[in-house]
């Protein structure tokens, strides 16, 4: 092979591995959420939907009536203290495999399946209608919604309050995403009863708004998938610290082989 060959091959070597040290160097362009939105354009969004209680779910529920003795036998440690009315404690019900739980005075009640709304009106509407109280009201609520994030974001598992939050917020509070984040491809699995569906969401298009797994339901598992190679951290820092200098030398002696006696 004679020496202008050589020149060409080590010519095309040094570009490559300058190339490949550029890439390597360069921060990710594609880790931003939402590319596709766009300013003062409205966009189709899915309305969060109301959670349905599922088996295991555990719910407290209080009730109340002006008449505050009338309320006591269904709220567990509410009673009279020297006379005086305490205020009703919630209680706590576990929904059993058959989808029931079993509430004070009115029995075995089935609410898999029903909203928290659902709930607190037929409770409401038994207690009435079998003459207990004629204004009673009911307030139920889900406490045990926890949502598990997996993978390139914080790990952990995440208590909900107020039972509503959507994906974004989700990785928000568990740390957002790193540069090794694949957000065009995050899995979301959801059980529902013996079922479990996975459910892939791309954080990086409009499109998540319309997802049935933009608004996570209790027990949801979020896995947030690695996007190509990742470096240990001995070796990510020592990319980093030396990368400006091999670029340099890099460069220097491109530049010398290009311009070299030809």
Not at 88 to 117: C, Q
Not at 243 to 249: L, R
Request: net charge negative; charged share 20%; aromatic share 6%.
């Amino acid at each position: 092979m004679d020496v202008k060959k050589i020149r060409q091959i080590s010519r095309l070597g040094v570009l490559a591995a300058l190339l490949a040290l550029l890439q390597a160097c360069a921060t990710p362009a594609d880790i931003s959420y939402l590319r596709d939105l766009e300013y003062n354009v409205p966009y189709e969004a899915i309305s969060a939907p109301e959670l349905k209680l599922k088996v295991d779910d555990r719910i407290s529920i209080q009730v109340f009536s002006v008449n505050a003795e009338l309320a006591t036998p269904f709220n567990t440690g509410a009673g009279l203290t020297d006379g005086v009315q305490t205020s009703p404690l919630s209680s706590t019900y576990g929904v059993d495999a058959r989808g029931n739980i079993e509430f004070p005075v009115l029995g075995t009640l089935h609410v898999e399946g029903l909203t928290l709304n659902e709930v607190q009106k037929m409770i409401a509407g038994a207690i009435r209608s079998r003459g207990y109280i004629k204004d009673p009201v009911v307030k139920a609520e889900l406490t045990n919604f926890t949502v598990t994030v997996l993978g390139e974001t914080g790990q952990s598992v995440l208590s909900v309050e107020g039972q509503r939050i959507n994906i974004l917020e989700l990785l928000a509070r568990s740390g957002g995403a790193t540069q090794y984040s694949k957000l065009p491809d995050v899995m979301v699995v959801r059980t529902n009863g013996d079922e479990r569906t996975a459910y892939s969401i791309d954080l990086q298009s409009k499109d998540l708004y319309l997802s049935p797994v933009f608004y996570l339901e209790q027990n949801d598992l979020v896995y947030v998938k690695p996007r190509g190679l990742r470096l240990s951290t001995d070796g990510d820092l020592f990319l980093k610290i030396l990368s400006p200098t091999i670029a340099a030398v890099s460069a220097i002696a491109y530049m010398l082989l290009w311009t070299g006696v030809r």
